[in-house]
DNA sequence: TGTTATCTGTACTGTTCGGTATTGAAAGTA
DNA sequence: TACTTTCAATACCGAACAGTACAGATAACA
């Protein structure tokens, strides 16, 4: 579908390259802190090429979002093949620390930063991060799941509560970051979560 | 400073009951994402009513801070009395549930939900944010320091990771809130969590 | 070398934002 | 009753918002 005929004048900017600025704004700002100003000037392109690249701004937010998601947080599909539960709950932790605290992104995890609270005119795109964290945490429930069949976690382990425990502090991993916290005081966090974790 | 002569036409309007309506409002919209006329308009009074009861948008949302910090947050300052630690962290996270999950109010909590990310205006407003979760994370951490001191902490305990920790869950709670968990869906994680603390 | 399709850049749209000038109403004081 | 003080309500301000019309530029195609 991109394949079509290259005729007419080409894309002077690479799409690519700017979808990661937006990203960038969009996960230091949040959705609705996010000014088409911002986008452009981060983008360095104008309006119309922006509407006629990505649609409009929510658009361009929800394939940001995507990249994010394919890109940043891809730790979670490898942590989710650790061969016990605790390892899982080791990548997923720790993956977190160094993700919310890469120094070439800002603090935190877009889907909590995104749009916690927004006005109306907001409310897909916080309903849309909420249901990408759902779905996420839904992975780690399955996971678990599979490492209780397997004996891997105690037969009491209850994989929902403790998918939705990780989730948890993940979570508020990202705030903690948000506010200031380092690589090394979440990664003390990390090992006191991990406690939980029988092995 | 309030008693002063009564002359002149009295205030039509009660101003606890409007800070009252401009915290719920703050609190499921965010600062950025609540407008002035979304203000007015729950608290039933017109624009210059507020700004001469409140100052502008600003001093408003930081008077609402307050109230709900001395309100439904005071339920930290009970629990920081709890004569063990593992008492303090079990009076903490469930007080925290059951703030987060009142019906009365919106779900998650003030200082996560307020201001995370924002555009640079609001930018004051998302650092005294993050001022008072720390301040009330170094509450915990000095109450965690004098039950080490206490013996009712063990010799190897780090006080300030512990108080980390549990400010981590809770703030994760607000997220998890925010999406939608249940009330005893978040009471499942602080079981979790409290597996950290002896006793 | 035209023609056509697509992109870029400027300049603009209507709307909403936070904040305020102004006028008239309502109370206490004299 | 006249006066002073304070509040309430309308109507407005300039700025910023998301989004777009339009004209000029640049490429492939015939």
Not at 30 to 53: C, Q
Not at 150 to 166: S, Y
Not at 169 to 195: D, I, K, N, P, Y
Request: hydrophobic share 40%.
């Amino acid at each position: 579908m991109k394949l079509k005929t290259k005729i007419g004048r080409p894309r002077a900017f690479d799409t690519d390259e700017a979808l990661e600025s937006a990203l960038q704004v969009f996960w230091r700002k949040g959705y609705e802190g996010t000014s088409l100003t911002d986008l452009t000037e981060a983008m360095g392109i104008n309006r119309p090429s922006l509407y006629s690249a990505f649609g409009n701004k929510e658009d361009l937010f929800r394939k940001a979002l995507t990249r994010y998601a394919e890109g940043s947080v891809s730790f979670v599909r490898n942590a989710l093949e650790a061969p016990t539960a605790r390892g899982v709950a080791e990548k997923l932790l720790y993956g977190a620390t160094e993700m919310m605290n890469d120094p070439r992104n800002p603090p935190g995890c877009l889907m909590v930063q995104g749009a916690l609270s927004c006005s109306e005119t907001a409310e897909p795109i916080r309903q849309e991060l909420a249901a990408r964290r759902a779905a996420g945490q839904a992975k780690i429930r399955e996971r678990f799941e599979r490492a209780k069949k397997e004996g891997d976690l105690p037969a009491d382990a209850n994989p929902a509560d403790l998918a939705r425990f990780v989730s948890t502090v993940m979570q508020g991993m990202s705030v903690q970051a948000s506010g200031g916290a380092t690589h090394a005081e979440l990664r003390r966090v990390v090992q006191l979560a991990l406690r939980v974790f029988p092995g």
